[in-house]
């Protein structure tokens, strides 16, 4: 990891904040994307750089933008001289019940979860095969166990999963591309899941009978990055089980 340039998206706040710590303390150097949560992105910043004199750049962007996404990849490029590694973790995550879909809750919904993780990919490419580096799409177990009330979401990540596999596919044997799928890790910040007897049900069918930790997705960021030079293709469910029990 020492002296990798990864760009993370989403990474100012919750999962893609860990993500960014865990990275940062393993010597990574990262371009941190945000698109509103300015004070967070820069506190993030300013952490890691007493650490590490320059060692983190901001990159703020709206992904349903996609002309600016190449942008990113350039800021990144510019500050640390390559780009060894994407992480598409940014998602918007809101229920659409049939009968209630929206055009606008389509693009936003599709637009972060599977339209941007392409176009950003396909901007990262020619940078990615010249370090030989790879792509980590943050999917969700709910890609292949749909979630209720949450049509548009479900059919995004699962289009994700589908877009991870295929880039293996196109992008090999330069770039390595994968998947990670979180199960119960930290509760969304609105609906349904504010009510304990929702938080129990869901932990009482998963294996390991709790929730996980950022960390937990943060390390199996690090593994695919750093240690798996022969794993493409592949999405590894980070859930304490709660796949194996649905």
Not at 50 to 67: E, H, K, M, N, Y
Not at 81 to 93: C, E, P, Q, R, T
């Amino acid at each position: 990891m020492q002296g990798k340039a990864i760009l993370i998206t989403g990474g100012a706040k919750r999962v893609g904040a860990a993500t960014c710590r865990w990275l940062h303390a393993r010597g990574a150097n990262l371009a941190v994307h945000y698109r509103a949560s300015v004070e967070e992105a820069q506190a993030l910043q300013a952490e890691f750089n007493r650490i590490r004199p320059g060692s983190v750049a901001l990159v703020q962007a709206d992904l349903l933008d996609i002309a600016r996404l190449p942008h990113l990849i350039d800021e990144t490029v510019q500050r640390f001289g390559k780009l060894d590694a994407l992480v598409n973790n940014a998602s918007s995550f809101f229920p659409t019940p049939v009968g209630k879909i929206t055009e606008k809750a389509w693009d936003n919904l599709i637009g972060s979860n599977l339209k941007a993780p392409l176009f950003l990919s396909q901007a990262a490419a020619p940078q990615l095969r010249k370090q030989h580096g790879c792509i980590v799409n943050i999917i969700d177990i709910h890609a292949e166990w749909p979630l209720k009330r949450y049509v548009v979401y479900n059919s995004a990540k699962g289009g994700l999963a589908s877009l991870t596999r295929s880039l293996a596919l196109e992008l090999a044997p330069e770039i390595r591309v994968n998947g990670i799928s979180p199960g119960p890790i930290l509760w969304p910040e609105n609906g349904e899941w504010k009510e304990e007897a929702a938080r129990r049900h869901i932990i009482d069918r998963t294996l390991l009978k709790r929730t996980g930790e950022p960390d937990d997705i943060a390390r199996t960021v690090s593994f695919l990055i750093a240690e798996a030079p022969y794993i493409t293709g592949q999405i590894i469910a980070v859930d304490g089980g709660r796949s194996v029990n649905l």
